[in-house]
């Protein structure tokens, strides 16, 4: 192991064993904190039932600092609809398990007067160009990070059966594929830092700040960092050391299942690259789909079953999903102002391409443990960073084990 890669890993590390005990917050844990006003925004599409509208909410303000920007679920008992997305409520906050939930009456609910953001001007604006209410959903998810209920449950659904639930929210490869674009977009200095000026725009104000998005932007705003000095980065350490500044800031998210999915998917992606057996574009996209799936199926079994054909599928659909994100970002530049057709047609074949494999794509259900997850995969990250060329396929025998449960 190259020595450079020693002080990222141990870093990385020393942030997991100090966030382990602080992750845990007992006074957010199990509290009843009361009554008080809040001022909430209301995530995605709510829910009616005979007793009343739900929904999931980010806590702006109000009388409850310790959970302001955080995610609460909000119950109105007596009401069908509420009046905005953003609501100024007089409820009870009760925290159960480490969740947050609000409960109000409808007399106790009203319009907040809060300006409407840059991200919900551009959900507006995408709302009404884009006619096809799939579509618009699926662009309004995948674009602006909203929640995914805006999607129809057969959709959801289809995208879960899949195995492509992860392109439903905004990750990586968003920032990854908006950085290179704005890149050749000027000459080689002006567009790394134009690259960096519109991917930190977008992860800060644009989209939520997620685990998955947070992991991403460090590693970008430190790989245009080192190009601009001139220096080649090491990918491998730049994901460890943010994952360690992540983790150390933000301890919550040691238990944070999105944090893991993407930090091990990225992480076997970036091993499996290293001396690959061939290097043509189209063998690598099926062999990084491969390790990607490894590299999150333990995680997955965790809560829920295992989609093997995304290995098959992602690289399949990742020439339209390609050509929907690059025109998508276009179109984002341009305060969604280019003609909605081309959006609306690519929009219109991933949601059917998607629909039509759902219905023979296999579903498997493992049964890993917690400390089953954490053996399996870094056994299988060791192996993959020594192994070389078809070698690495090898480290599919750590998985076997676990995987002859189903027989």
């Known amino acids: 192991m190259r020595f450079e890669l020693l002080f990222p890993i141990l870093f990385f590390l020393l942030s997991l064993i100090l966030a382990v005990p602080r992750s845990y917050d007992p006074y957010l844990y199990e509290e009843d904190l009361g009554e008080g006003r809040l001022i909430l925004r209301v995530e995605g599409v709510g829910e009616v039932s005979d007793k009343g509208f739900s929904a999931r909410v980010k806590v702006l303000g109000g009388d409850f600092p310790e959970i302001y920007e955080k995610t609460a679920f909000l119950r109105v008992y007596g009401a069908e609809d509420v009046p905005s997305k953003y609501l100024e409520v007089y409820g009870k906050v009760r925290v159960r398990e480490g969740r947050i ?11 907040a007067n809060v300006l409407p953001s840059l991200r919900d001007r551009l959900a507006k604006r995408l709302e009404e160009k884009i006619g096809d209410q799939e579509v618009r959903a699926l662009a309004l998810a995948y674009f602006l990070g909203e ?24 990750s990586g490869g968003h920032l990854s594929l908006l950085a290179l674009m704005l890149r ?6 002006l567009g790394l830092w134009l690259a960096l000026l519109g991917v930190s725009f977008y992860a800060l104000f644009l989209v939520p700040s997620e685990p998955p998005v947070l992991r991403a932007y460090l590693m970008i705003l430190a790989s245009i ?8 980065p090491n990918l491998l350490g730049i994901l460890l050391a943010s994952g ?19 930090f091990c998917a990225t992480l076997y992606i970036l091993l499996s690259l290293r001396e690959p057996p061939r290097k043509d574009v189209v063998f690598l996209s099926f062999w990084v789909s491969f390790f990607a799936f490894l590299g999150t199926m333990p995680i997955v079994s965790l809560f829920s079953f295992s989609a093997p054909f995304s290995i098959l599928l992602t690289p399949l659909l990742s020439v339209p999903f390609l050509a929907f994100t690059y025109y998508g970002f276009l179109d984002m530049l341009t305060f969604f102002s280019l003609p909605a057709f081309p959006l609306e047609v690519m929009g219109r074949f991933i949601s059917a391409s998607v629909m039509f494999f759902s219905d023979f794509a296999p579903m498997l259900f493992f049964n890993f443990s917690l400390w089953e997850t954490i053996f399996s995969l870094s056994l299988g990250a060791v192996l993959l960073y020594f192994l070389k060329g078809w ?13 002859l449960r189903l027989f």
Request: charged share 10%.
């Open 244 to 262: 360690g500044v992540i983790l150390l800031f933000f301890p919550e998210y040691v238990s944070s299942y999105s944090f893991w999915l993407s």
């Open 184 to 189: 050749f977009l000027a000459p080689y200095r």
């Open 225 to 232: 960092l080192l190009l601009l000095y001139g220096e080649r």
């Open 147 to 170: 929640d995914q209920s805006v999607v129809p449950m057969r959709v959801q659904s289809a995208f879960l059966t899949t195995g492509l639930v992860h392109l439903l929210v905004v």
């Open 391 to 403: 070698e690495k396929l090898l480290v599919g025998l750590v998985f076997v084990p676990f995987l």
């Open 101 to 111: 939930f609000i409960s109000a009456t409808y007399k106790d609910v009203s319009f």
